[in-house]
């Protein structure tokens, strides 16, 4: 089994350098060392969207041993995503629109009036005949997927209708909301890159 040391280094480098090892054809698995749960978590995902096996030890708050198995598969999770890309990737003529939120704020000016129009945004999506396919939120958009936010509950209303709702893991990091995400799932710099990269429309705000 190889072992992968990226303590220390930033999303999405764990993801990607799983990636390289496990697809070897000699490799069985991969032990990775990582240092947040984010890290872990993004990994489990991988490993889910491939049906590999997946455990995990915490050795401290700040140390962690993944351990991903190609011999131990499962079946991949229904819908299973890889960092926000589904396996069973869509054709494309059906991949839609994604709408990308990199601030808690609208435009620019007064800050109060920036968060009035972020609301008044996400709530307008809600609305549309079509809903978008995903939604990414990075920066201090990650802001508006957390706890306290007044926009939680027009994300549940899409997330429930089907729309796949993503934050940035470093961001979340960043900004100390590992424990206050409210709705959706984390992803990594990869899984955005890739979501974006596939989409036949995109709207950044």
């Known amino acids: 089994m190889e072992i992968i040391d990226v303590l220390g280094k930033p999303c999405p480098i764990p993801v990607i350098e799983s990636k390289k090892a496990l697809a070897k ?38 140390s962690y ?12 999770t229904p819908n299973a995503a890889y960092n926000g890309l589904p396996v069973a990737r869509r054709d494309a003529a059906h991949r839609g629109l994604i709408v990308v939120i990199s601030r808690n704020t609208m435009g620019e000016g007064a800050e109060e009036l920036g968060k ?23 920066n201090s958009g990650a802001y508006l997927t957390s706890d ?11 997330e429930e209708r089907g729309v796949e709702i993503f934050t940035c ?4 990091n960043y900004y100390g909301l590992q424990d206050k995400l409210a709705v959706g799932a984390i992803t990594d710099m990869y899984g955005i890159t890739e979501k974006m990269a596939s989409a036949s429309n995109i709207i950044n705000i």
Not at 65 to 76: A, F, G, Q
Not at 151 to 157: A, F, S, Y
Not at 169 to 172: L, R
């Open 169 to 172: 893991g470093t961001c979340v």
């Open 65 to 76: 041993d993944v351990t991903i198995s190609k011999d131990e598969k499962s079946p991949p």
């Open 116 to 138: 009035i129009l972020i609301k008044g945004f996400i709530y307008s999506l809600t609305e549309l005949p079509v809903l978008p396919e995903c939604l990414i939120f990075f």
């Open 25 to 62: 054809k000699d490799t069985s698995g991969v032990l990775v060392k990582v240092d947040n749960i984010v890290a872990v978590q993004n990994l489990e995902k991988m490993a889910n969207g491939y049906g590999y096996g997946f455990s995990y030890v915490e050795n401290s708050k700040d």
């Open 148 to 158: 306290g936010s007044n926009t939680i509950d027009d994300l549940r209303k899409m």
